[in-house]
């Protein structure tokens, strides 16, 4: 399997062997949104646990983008933001990495002496973003933990057949290699409870089946 439709068609071919009929593409993707949402949430509290395996499954909703702030120094979350890693702003032309402050400790922060707010930058998180101080509008380098994306099959109609669109694909976020724990979790959200060794074995019927020209049925 290497896109989201063949997830699709691997599902069917699990349902279809449990009696439990056809699903369509939008019940799938469904199902996919609300398993992709649960691993994340597990990797996520593995992580805090100190799992280190747990940093690498969610290596791919770290992300990093540019964030320009209001002229209040306001500067909106991103969106799926989930929480910060780290900001950067430009001082004197070098990189600085923004402390974040808590509301008890702001009052210090901006009246130190020996760290001025203006060459020594901090955050603190809001309700909508983060109040980056000095007060001003600037542009930073935002590094953060994304929640996933809603994942979307891509599909058109033709005749009784659905058929592939790839265009339209949004693809699942953990890489393949979790592709069968995120089917597990989107078949119980389904109906049907199958264990890893279960899926894996079902997953070699189903690509042994696509090689000869049945795509899994």
Same mark, same amino acid.
């Given at each position: 399997m290497t896109t989201i439709f063949d997830v699709y068609l691997f599902i069917n071919f699990v349902t279809n062997k449990d009696n439990n009929g056809y699903l369509t593409p939008p019940e799938v993707s469904k199902a996919l949104d609300v398993a992709q949402n649960a691993l994340w949430e597990n990797y996520l509290g593995k992580r805090q646990d100190g799992n280190e !395996? #747990?940093?690498?499954?969610? @290596? &791919?909703?770290? $992300? $990093?983008?540019?964030?320009?702030?209001? *002229?209040? *120094? !306001? #500067? !909106?979350?991103p969106s799926?933001? #989930?929480?910060? @890693?780290?900001?950067y702003k &430009?001082?004197? *032309?070098?990189d600085v990495s923004l402390r974040q402050v808590l509301h008890d400790e702001l009052y210090e922060a901006q009246s130190s002496?020996?760290?001025p707010i203006a060459a020594n930058p901090r955050y603190l998180e809001q309700e909508t973003g983060a109040q980056l101080y000095p007060k001003v509008n600037t542009t930073v380098d935002w590094h953060y933990l994304s929640r996933p994306t809603t994942p979307y099959i891509g599909f058109t109609v033709s005749g009784n057949e659905v058929e592939p669109s790839p265009i339209d694909n949004v693809e699942l976020q953990f890489a393949p290699q979790y592709w069968n724990e995120t089917i597990a979790l989107a078949l119980k959200y389904i109906g049907v409870n199958l264990a890893d060794q279960q899926i894996e074995g079902l997953v070699q019927t189903f690509s042994l089946n696509a090689n000869n020209g049945n795509n899994g049925n």
């Open positions: !395996l #747990a940093l690498v499954a969610l @290596q &791919p909703f770290y $992300k $990093k983008t540019t964030v320009i702030s209001d *002229g209040n *120094g !306001l #500067a !909106l979350y799926l933001w #989930a929480e910060t @890693q780290a900001i &430009p001082v004197a *032309g070098i002496v020996m760290y």
